[in-house]
């Protein structure tokens, strides 16, 4: 019983190896009763191993093979700022939100953005909308309005120039292999 | 080390290249480099820079560029007589690989080893060699001529 229960059990249910090795991990003893001259008696009541039994693969459904989740694809890095005037109003809409602040028109520049909720209310909705978020090694340079001004308006280019090439248009002599071993 | 023990050759161009059109010897021209690997920044920046105007001017030259996992990034030239050189660019700039390209698109498929003389030509007599019956009186020799007449 406890032979049975170590190895094959533990192979079946933790490993979840393929069948062909549980077949071969058949329990120790297998008493097969092939008469049923003392199936009513007292001591019958106590099974001792002499009752066939089947292994817990045949009853439980087939193992599936492993589902390994496919990776995705990697995120779009590139980001091409808004017009100047457009994402200059943007920003001044999305400040005076944040800070609920009730200044003149140029006043979000100057502001503080360093006090919380609001920076995080703004620079959340900034990501959120434009598609850019403020990396961690950039985020003590956002003090004020202008600075994260600043950052919004420098377009961000995802491929590198190699992969541009293959937009270019190229003499009909220049041939890519574009498989990377 | 003598020039005798080095491997030499005589002087020559392929198929009278130049007696007519000059035909650039090259044929094709591979580029192998790595994307990320330091050693071939010096091509990266040509194949960015320099190679379409290099394919421009050398319209009938094939140029193959593969980037792939490399330490060492190479240029293999091979030319119309089936002659191949390759040459290793680790750690060159862009121009001097530039240089090394357009060496390589000038040069024809012959080794570069000791040419033996600086001028050869198929046609060495054109009123035939002197031999000692040349400028003697034809009497000298009858059986010359019969020879030469059974041919």
Redesign the interface.
């Known amino acids: 019983m406890a032979a049975y229960m170590c190895r094959s059990f533990y192979l079946f249910t933790f490993q979840q190896r393929p069948r062909t090795c549980l077949l071969r991990a058949a329990p120790f003893a297998v008493y097969r009763t092939y008469s049923n001259a003392n199936a009513g008696g007292f001591w019958e009541k106590f099974s001792f191993g002499k009752h066939s039994k089947e292994p817990l693969g045949t009853q439980l459904p087939e193992p599936e093979p492993p589902v390994v989740p496919m990776p995705s694809s990697p995120p779009n890095l590139s980001y091409n700022p808004p017009e100047a005037a457009e994402l200059e109003a943007f920003l001044s809409s999305v400040v005076r939100d944040a800070y609920s602040t009730h200044t003149g028109p140029e006043d979000w520049r100057c502001q503080d953005v360093t006090s919380e909720p609001g920076r995080t209310r703004l620079l959340a909705r900034l990501a959120r909308e434009l598609g850019r978020t403020v990396p961690g090694s950039q985020l003590h340079e956002m003090r004020r309005g202008d600075d994260v001004r600043r950052f919004y308006s420098i377009p961000v280019r995802d491929k ?3 992969e541009q ?1 293959a937009t270019k248009d ?2 009909p ?5 574009w498989d ?2 | 080390m003598t020039g005798r023990a080095t491997a030499s050759r005589f002087l020559q161009s392929v198929l009278h290249n130049g007696l007519g059109r000059y035909v650039c010897q090259l044929s094709r021209i591979t580029l192998a480099f790595s994307k990320g690997s330091q050693t071939s920044r010096g091509v990266r920046d040509y194949v960015e820079n320099h190679v379409v105007d290099f394919a421009k001017k050398h319209q009938g030259t094939v140029v193959y560029i593969s980037p792939r996992r490399c330490h060492v990034p190479k240029v293999t030239a091979e030319y119309l007589n089936g002659g191949t050189k390759v040459v290793a660019l680790n750690s060159k700039s862009a121009e001097e690989i530039a240089q090394v390209i357009t060496l390589m698109a000038n040069q024809s498929g012959l080794d570069v080893v000791r040419i033996r003389k600086p001028f050869h030509t198929e046609h060495p007599s054109i009123q035939g060699l002197w031999q000692p019956f040349v400028n003697k009186r034809s009497q000298l020799s009858p059986r010359i001529a019969e020879w030469k007449g059974a041919q």
């Open positions: 590198n120039r190699l090439m190229l003499p002599n220049i041939k890519i292999n990377y071993e």
